[in-house]
Nanobody, 128 residues
């Protein structure tokens, strides 16, 4: 299995940028497709972005398309979420996740149930 440790996040102003990092240890990261999710109090965990094992395919929820970029460096066992043009509605706890069995054609999953391992979560707060 794999352990995921997140870093980054914090406070940003509307229009600003933040980058989230997710470091994997244990099994090599290239064995998993990866995703980022976010959650606000009282709501279900929401899909944000996913990337295939090789990094050749990515997918985003509509609200972040053109603003967020998911990427991975399998050699460094790292996954990133670059967040630009942040908006107050992006405020949430963000989670990285690793999955083994893709359920989407691009080689990943867009459902939380499709992921096997999760990071600890990191708070992102965007002020207006």
């Amino acid at each position: 299995q794999v352990q995921l440790v997140q870093s980054g996040g914090g406070l940003a102003q509307a229009g600003g940028s933040l980058r989230l990092s997710c470091a994997a240890s244990g099994r090599t990261l290239s064995s998993y497709f990866m995703g980022w999710f976010r959650q606000t109090p009282g709501k279900a965990r929401e899909f944000v972005a996913a990337i295939s094992r090789s990094g050749s395919s990515t997918y985003y929820t509509d609200s972040v398309k053109g603003r967020f970029t998911i990427s991975r460096d399998n050699g460094k066992n790292m996954v990133y979420l670059q967040m630009n043009s942040l908006q107050p509605e992006d405020t949430a706890v963000y989670y990285c996740a690793a999955g083994s069995n893709p359920t989407y054609g691009g080689g990943y999953s867009i459902l939380a149930d499709g992921y096997d391992f999760w990071g600890q979560g990191t708070q992102v707060t965007v002020s207006s």
